[in-house]
């Protein structure tokens, strides 16, 4: 196989997978339900889609385009695209902001690691008191919390998942974008989706599903604020993996005849599908158990209610398995497309082979995504701008990095960029027809980058 064709997806279910795979991760399954219950249920769910479509498709068709007219990582897109001008600093800011990205969000992958660990041994249950549908919560309720401080705020457990999280995204990265990224995802998605919709099955046939079923599907209008719309803008990039080059790295192996339209359109989807799904197991679930008072923030919906729904189930520890397995996976598919972005520049920059390229790559993660580790148990005093790292990194990179990102993404191709360049790309240099290569246009020249700078401002006159 020749080096130009080892470096591109091998098949069109693969480039699918492994872009699903980037973008369907922790963002959908823990934030998602999160989010919706604060913002109106149904509600937030319709503002999601209607922004997945103005904003996220075209700045996703966007990333594509230029990935793939570049076909190269995130800085040489725009080193070949625009020689001699300034834009390379676009894909500087991608790289910087996958990277900050990786340091937190392994963090957290290495806490469903080590949640998944427990459910195997039992030891995530053992000692919470048996309660049954509709009973008093409050034990073990207290219980599972204990257990999460327990788990996340000691410094060694923590950090060696953290780092383990590390080790195997340098396994499969180091294996190359065919081998390693392709292949893991074409048997971690599926079995996702398999894992997801049997969850949805139990939850949705316990006693009392139906008043959640009822709750996150009746849309509540009056939820709706300009803050809740900006919440759903930050979900629709944060879910759809834009912003930093992820998609613009990918799209650079995805072959000359793929349709990027079609790509976008399936890929947002699964994006929709799988919050949807996660809605149903969450909602039922909560008030099948009588938790509606409960407020679902991510870190204890995942970590605390839904073992605590798992605790009432028969055959507890298989769904938890179950459960933590379909979370490890989507984790580790987005993180493996983030820290894609920094080890396609460091290989082409430097020319190195892979396997440098990969433990060059990786190597500093272990030390800086520790600060980020620690940030729960010893360092948890460090605080700069009265942020701990893990948060300073959370949002330094989510609220700011990629909103700008965005916009300069935007901004180049919608005024700078060859001029036939996305219509080339949608249209595969002239070869398939599309019908929207004008209103994408439209939207990355003027509303994209509007709407994202009132993103980007809003916080500020909170
Ligand atoms: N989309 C992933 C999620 O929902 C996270 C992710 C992967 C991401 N690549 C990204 C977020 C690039 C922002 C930018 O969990």
Redesign the pocket.
Known sequence: MSEKNSKQFGSKVGLVAATVG???????IW?FPAEAQSNGGAAFLLLYVICILVLGIPVMLAEFSLGRAGRSDAYGVFRKLAPGKKWWMIGVLGIV??YA?TCF?SVVTGWTLEYLVQSITGGLYDGIPAVSPGGDFSVADAGFQAKMTQYISTPWTPLIFTWLVLLVNMLVLARGVQKGIEKLSNILMPMLFVVLVALCCVTLTLPGAGAGVEWFLSPDFSKITASTVINAMGQT????????G?LITYAAYYPSDTKLASTSGIVSMM?VIVALLMGFVIFPAVSSFGLDGHSLVGTTLVFQTLPEVFACLPGTQIWSILFFTLLFA??LT??V??IEVTLAFIQNRFKLPRIKATVLTILPLFALSALCSLSFSSMSEVKIFGLTFFDLFDVLA?NVL?PVGAIFICIYLGWCAPKNLLKDQLTNGGTIRSHIAGVVLFIIRWVAPALIFTVLVAPLFK
Request: hydrophobic share 45%; net charge positive; no cysteine.
């Open positions: 980037s973008a369907v991760g922790l963002g959908n934030r902001a996958s990205i969000y990039f944060f879910s759809l993996s834009l912003g930093m992820t994006s989507a984790a987005s993180t497309s983030i989510t990629l």
